[in-house]
């Protein structure tokens, strides 16, 4: 069910989309609009916790900081992670911030009560891999809140470039049914999950696309990079978007997992 792809192409998309996040690090926090509302909606599903919490895809650690009293955000993003740690601590709050791999936590096992993570799992190439990661760093009782852009996501643009006739530049997610299936492989209970669409509206066609490529997303989910979009396509693509009320909406579909090991 995993997606395949060579070592050598994997290792190489990596460093793009920590090359990528790292740059837009600086200003990922407020371009990225309704990454930040999915991590609210995430957040609310957290069960009370008093041991230590991991947050897989940190990001600039400002969602990670409200998790817990003692908290590890980890990041593939270097950028990301260095603006963790020059933001001022916040009081009471335990926190420690980790530039490395989600396929491959550079944690002992058993180490945290509960892992968190919102819009980060699709970066990696192997499920099945990260889950067992996951499972692997919680402790016995501990539990897991994952988010997760499935199929279905980011369909408005899918259909445009099918209507164009261009090459998709959307990437093919899992199914949250797969997800599933993979957490319950690497040994979770599912205790509770649910899909929700998150919509993304804009008037302008072009801010509808920076708000992509401003997060460090243009190259693995939806590749909006000039060099690969030209100028006439863009207008092409833009004339076969569908519109809602003349704007442009962009369906974030994701799946909500509840997990306890």
Not at 45 to 65: F, V, Y
Not at 206 to 234: E, Y
Request: aromatic share 8%; proline share 3%.
């Amino acid at each position: 069910m995993a997606l395949t792809h060579s070592c050598d192409t994997h290792l190489l998309n990596k460093r793009d989309i920590a090359k990528r996040f790292s740059k837009a690090s600086s200003q990922y926090f407020t371009m990225a609009n309704i990454q930040n509302t999915i991590a609210i909606a995430a957040k609310e599903h957290i069960p009370a916790i008093n041991g230590k919490i991991l947050d897989i895809g940190c990001a600039s650690g400002e969602h990670t900081r409200s998790l817990g009293m003692d908290v590890v955000g980890v990041d593939l993003a270097f950028g990301m992670v260095r603006n963790a740690q020059n933001t001022p601590k916040t009081p009471n709050v335990s926190s420690a911030w980790v530039n490395a791999d989600m396929d491959a936590l550079p944690f002992r096992c058993e180490l945290f009560s509960h892992v968190f993570s919102s819009m980060a799992l699709q970066w990696s190439k192997h499920p099945v891999l990260v889950l067992n990661e996951i499972y692997r760093v919680i402790a016995p009782s501990g539990g897991a809140t994952l988010v997760i852009p499935v199929q279905g996501a980011f369909c408005q643009l899918q259909q445009a470039y099918e209507k164009c006739g261009l090459k998709s530049k959307v990437l093919p997610l899992q199914t949250s049914a797969e997800w599933l299936y993979l957490a319950t492989e690497a040994g979770f209970k599912i205790s509770h999950s649910f899909e929700h669409v998150y919509q993304d509206k804009r008037d302008d066609f072009r801010a509808l696309l920076k708000s992509i490529s401003k997060v460090g997303a243009s190259s693995s989910t939806i590749n909006t990079s000039s060099n690969q979009l030209t100028k006439s396509k863009l207008i092409q693509l833009e004339r076969c978007y569908p519109k809602v009320e003349n704007a442009f909406t962009l369906d974030y579909r994701c799946l909500h997992m509840s997990l306890e090991k």
